[in-house]
């Protein structure tokens, strides 16, 4: 079981914030989103930056950030290897192949 901060923490165990901590996990903001960027990925199969998936989702880039460690921490996206030759160098992530099978049509 994942434990704060991998997931929605909570002060008192059997109590009201643990069952919104759970229920946050499957289906609050943050799962939300992370949903959305695995769809953004679909559809951008040489992969995307933070800020560019940002962007696309019309989101604060301080939204993004942490879902992309998540997913990337649940192996449902991976790092390209190459980074934008652009000013900002930012890593360029992708959907794997779990990822893949995850991510819905748009």
Request: proline residues 5%.
């Given at each position: 079981?994942?434990?704060?901060?991998?997931?929605?923490?909570?002060?008192?165990?059997?109590?009201?914030?643990?069952?919104?901590?759970?229920?946050?996990?499957?289906?609050?903001?943050?799962?939300?989103?992370?949903?959305?960027?695995?769809?953004?990925?679909?559809?951008?199969?040489?992969?995307?930056?933070?800020?560019?998936?940002?962007?696309?989702?019309?989101?604060?880039?301080?939204?993004?950030?942490?879902?992309?460690?998540?997913?990337?921490?649940?192996?449902?996206?991976?790092?390209?290897?190459t980074r934008k030759l652009d000013e900002s160098h930012m890593a360029v992530w992708r959907l794997t192949d779990a990822g893949k099978g995850v991510a819905?049509?748009?």
């Amino acid at each position: 079981m994942l434990t704060y901060p991998d997931a929605p923490g909570f002060k008192e165990k059997g109590g009201c914030s643990e069952e919104a901590a759970k229920l946050l996990a499957k289906k609050g903001r943050a799962a939300d989103l992370r949903q959305r960027c695995l769809n953004a990925l679909r559809i951008n199969p040489f992969g995307r930056t933070c800020n560019e998936l940002a962007g696309m989702l019309d989101e604060p880039v301080t939204s993004i950030r942490p879902r992309i460690s998540e997913l990337n921490k649940t192996d449902l996206i991976e790092k390209v290897g190459t980074r934008k030759l652009d000013e900002s160098h930012m890593a360029v992530w992708r959907l794997t192949d779990a990822g893949k099978g995850v991510a819905n049509e748009v």
